[in-house]
């Protein structure tokens, strides 16, 4: 009986070291990039911006905008209570899910402190990259799926403008004058031999992801100013591309925030994804749906519950309490749950019920937010690009 | 005073043969191009077509069409006196030269005989390839002075579609779609390396040219069907390009129709080419530049008077003689002019004349017509493209 229990904790120790490891790796991971790239840590800016947030933001308290290049010119905007102007996009290949919510609402929280904001819903970049069948399948998603559901976040209409690639083609015009100072030696050397597979994706990769991120700087509105892009660090050589390329071209090379990933559901260590439906929450998953998904959902706790009183979880690695780290507004809940988490004092079906709970609450009155959407045009971009460079 | 006369005799021999071999290698370049690119030899459609035309064309009849692959079609069309689709662009980068006119003289044979037809006028390509300083500049050249220049040929409005790349981005969408079916080992396989210089250029080279090629074929213009392109041999890869996309995309190949280069002025063996002025004649030329011009052209003939009148010239390689062979409508004028030529019996100043004052007469003429164009807008293509595939 003793040698079962030995091996049962022995098992049950490895299993913490490797969950260990994971939370480890991933904290390595953001540290390291933010290194590498040469990226700014955010913390001084944070320090700065919870100043002009007297109710405070999740996403800036926990972290999760956790780095960013030249952001200084915005926190000068802000003390002027200046508008300025955002950007940022999404590719129209499935239903949001919890991943986007985060950029959602970090683009709400950038438009209460006077972002006019840009949202460009890529569905020739979802055709181009295989996502999806056809253009106008993606372009189906763009209307029917992904622009009332963005809508229902609560978005300013004179302030936000959503456009669908493919029913803005006047980008092209732009993008052909982008593609000159941009050679596919430097588009390969950036995103790899295979984005010069053919010349729809490296065209769009090197151009017409450029001229979205460039739009606002056109005559059409308002010329050359200071923009802000927030991405998720694996979008960071776009950003160095377009920063590159506006000098050339005498804009101003656009300012980059990054934010965290939200976790998969399956593996703590890589994002959620909406072409891979076990790693995602979707906003319009249904509760049992989202029940089953957390309950399978990697976790930070060992699987057997005395040892797990014993050791305590790991919140880092934990697939199921990232869903409240990212999402859930309450900073002092959260705290509480990170710590009897981390002590064992809650129990992961315990965690799975009130995170099944609670993301049910958000989904579904996310839900009813979307279904109340009504006409969305007030929102869409129409404005035709007629002053060629 | 012998020996003089012997040395200058040598030196036009010399000549002459030197002018002997670049006939023939003008007609060889024909002839092996032919072969090489399994075109077929237009002589046996040369006599149908002919058929149909009581007072004749010279561009038939002098063979300036020599080649095509899938013309037989249109030979049914005729029959059943249907109408067919044609389409054929040009780059605006300067004002149309004479070259352009033989394009435009078949466009017109073609549009009598039922041809609806598209000209798309690729300012964007323009700009990519560098032939003008920007995008608006290709643009402003296509509105006033190429489009105006292709309406005073004489086109009729209802079957006659020009559209200026720029102005019509709703192309983009029908190229990213046609993107997916070339990758580009292929198109730098038949353009060459340089052809993928940037992402802009191989775009344009392998989706938005096969774009226009294959527009007809969209159910906005009645969808699937037979088209043809006319075009100088060097675009034949384009051709043979768009028959293999059409084919996957379930298209019908388009059929190819090709025609002689009208040659430089400075050299027969080249073709005139509106970025190089001094090799080209532009609907837009002065009087005094036409006879600056072709005094200074390349001749057939050797530079000894007495030598020509014994040795006779080569029309062949006469870029004076080409000007009279590719737009004189008269066949029995031309057949006398080429005969006494070759005979000698005509001195190359009195060539010269009786070229430049034909060459003013019809540059003036067209003048004349192109003043007379009004309003540009019903030969212009509108039509929104909505019908993603």
């Known amino acids: 009986m003793t040698v079962m229990k030995n091996q049962y904790q022995k098992q049950a120790n490895r299993e913490y070291q490797e969950k260990q490891k994971l939370a480890e790796s991933i904290s390595r991971y953001y540290r390291d990039k933010l290194r590498e790239l040469n990226l700014k840590d955010f913390s001084r800016i944070k320090a700065y911006l919870e100043s002009y947030l007297p109710e405070g933001n999740p996403l800036i308290s926990r972290e999760i905008i956790f780095a960013h290049l030249d952001f200084e010119p915005f926190t000068s905007f802000l003390a002027e209570d200046k508008e300025f102007t955002v950007v940022s996009g999404l590719n129209p290949s499935s239903p949001l899910h919890l991943g986007h919510k985060v950029l959602f609402d970090l683009l709400l929280f950038l438009q209460k402190l006077g972002a006019n904001i840009y949202i460009p819903v890529t569905n020739d970049e979802s055709y181009l990259d295989g996502k999806v069948a056809s253009l106008s399948e993606s372009r189906r998603i763009a209307y029917e799926e992904i622009i009332p559901s963005i809508i229902a976040f609560g978005f300013n209409p004179k302030k936000t403008k959503i456009f669908v690639l493919s029913d803005y083609p006047d980008i092209y015009n732009f993008a052909v004058q982008i593609s000159k100072y941009v050679t596919n030696r430097y588009v390969s050397a950036i995103f790899g031999e295979g984005a010069l597979d053919n010349s729809g994706k490296a065209f769009y990769r090197s151009a017409i992801q450029l001229a979205q991120i460039l739009l606002p700087q056109l005559a059409e509105f308002g010329g050359v100013k ?9 979008q960071h050589p776009y950003i160095l591309l377009a920063r590159d390329v506006a000098k050339k071209m005498k804009f101003i090379p656009p300012s980059e925030l990054v934010f965290k990933f939200q976790n998969s559901l399956l593996n703590p260590f890589e994002k959620m994804s909406g072409s891979k439906p076990k790693t995602a929450i979707y906003l319009t998953d249904s509760p049992e749906d989202i029940r089953s998904k957390i309950q399978k959902a990697y976790t930070g706790s060992v699987s057997i ?15 199921v309490f990232s869903l409240l780290y990212f999402h859930h507004p309450d900073n002092q809940y959260v705290d509480t749950i990170y710590c009897r988490y981390k002590k064992g004092d809650i129990r992961m079906d315990e965690l799975k019920k009130i ?12 839900k009813k937010a979307k279904e109340k959407v009504g006409n969305i045009d007030e929102f869409l971009l129409n404005k035709p690009l007629r002053s060629f460079l």
């Open 226 to 234: 200071q923009s802000l892009i927030p991405v998720g660090i694996d």
């Open 305 to 319: 519950l005395d040892a797990h009183k014993r050791l305590g979880g790991i919140p880092e690695a934990c697939s």
């Open 355 to 366: 995170t099944s709970d609670f993301i049910i609450e958000i989904v579904e009155k996310h």
